[in-house]
Structures are given as C-alpha cells and as structure tokens.
C-alpha cells in the first residue's frame, strides 16, 4: 500500500481525492493537510510515501512546502496537483523538489499512474508539462549551473559526490543505505537543480564547487 497525505484547502477537494484513492485499493490516505505548516507537521509526524500537494494555499504555499518537505531528507515524494498554469508553476515546483506534476482536472484518469510512476522512482510530467521544462531547462542552463551546492539538500549532495566520484546508482545506494530508485530520484532532482545533464556534467559541477578534489 502506497501511503499518501493529502495537501488541499479545500475539504471537498482533499474528500474526493481520499474517495479515488481508496478505491483502488492500493493506497492508503494516511493524513490530510488545509495549509502548508500542517502539511510540514504531518509530513515530519507521518513520513507517507507520497504528498499529493496544491499549490495555491493561504500563508505558505505549495511551491515553499514542497522546499520544506524534501529539505527534511525522508524518502517523502512530492507530487504537485492543481489547476495553474504549467508556464508560471511547472519549474519553480521541480526545482523545489518536486517528483511529479498534474493538473486537476485529469486527476480521475491519471491520478494513480503518476503514482505509480513516482514509486517506481521516475519523475512523472505530463506531455505538454515535459517538452515545457525541456525548454525552460535550455533557456535557464547556464543560470543554474552557476548555482552552487547550497541549492542542494544533504541527501542531494552526498549522491553528487559519490556519483561524480563514480558510484553507480546500487552503489550510491548501499553506501547510504537507501533504495537505488531513491537515489535515482535524488540524483535526477540534483541535476534538475543544477541545470546538468549527465555524469560529465556533474564531475565538472563537483570540482568546480570544491565537493570533489582532481585526484579523486
């Protein structure tokens, strides 16, 4: 059972999400949140698998929640539902951490595959929402790879170095004691982060930063 908390403002929202969800079977609604700091609280308290997060919330929102959560280094997935629009939220949701990206008003079909996908430890993005961050990525690269290590969270970090200095994902894995679909996904958000492509790119990224020494 994949256990989710749910993050709306709205009762009947978080109501029919709980009702689809359950239905499966294969999902257990483990809490429910109506702002961002109760979403941080339960998040901390509950550790679920997946928050299915809004955006739009008074006081915090989903894009500063979505910070908070992944920066507490659980193995808690973020994925985004909410009827804005991908040009303004699509980016600032995935550099926040974000492991997926849906708009409401596909949630009854496509709700559980992204789900599903997310476990499986793949980023889950719409069509549309895809060929948007590629693009937003090429035009952004060069801003974002002269960010340095601070963007990242510890966890996020400590997969560069070891992939920079040659770990494969199961190795990375073993040495910090997490799944290597876990590290896959922190790699992909680190390189998200960063505006960087590939291991050649992330052993630059290392040295430039001082996180990994020539001799390594």
Not at 9 to 22: N, T
Not at 79 to 87: A, P
Request: hydrophobic share 45%; net charge neutral.
């Amino acid at each position: 059972m994949v256990r989710v908390l749910l993050v709306d403002d709205h009762k009947v929202v978080r109501a029919g999400l709980r009702a689809l969800l359950e239905s499966t079977g294969r999902v257990d609604v483990v809490g429910e949140a109506s702002s961002g700091e109760e979403a941080v609280n339960k998040a901390q308290r509950l550790e679920p698998d997946i928050v299915i997060m809004d955006l739009a919330m008074p006081g915090m929102d989903g894009v500063q929640t979505t910070r908070r959560i992944t920066a507490l280094d659980f193995e808690t997935k973020i994925l985004v539902l909410t009827i804005h629009d991908e040009d303004k939220f699509l980016l600032p949701a995935m550099e926040a951490g974000a492991a997926g990206f849906l708009n409401k008003s596909v949630a009854d079909t496509d709700l559980m595959g992204a789900i599903e996908a997310i476990m499986r430890g793949h980023s889950y993005l719409p069509r549309r929402a895809a060929a948007l961050v590629a693009r937003l990525k090429s035009e952004g690269a060069s801003a974002r790879r002269d960010a340095g290590a601070e963007v990242l969270s510890s966890r996020e970090r400590r997969v560069v170095e070891l992939y920079a200095q040659g770990y494969s994902a199961s190795e990375a894995a073993e040495e910090m004691f997490l799944s290597p679909k876990t590290v896959e996904g922190y790699i992909g958000r680190a390189k998200t982060k960063l505006g960087l492509r590939n291991r050649r790119d992330i052993v630059r990224f290392a040295l430039k930063s001082g996180m990994l020494r020539a001799e390594e």
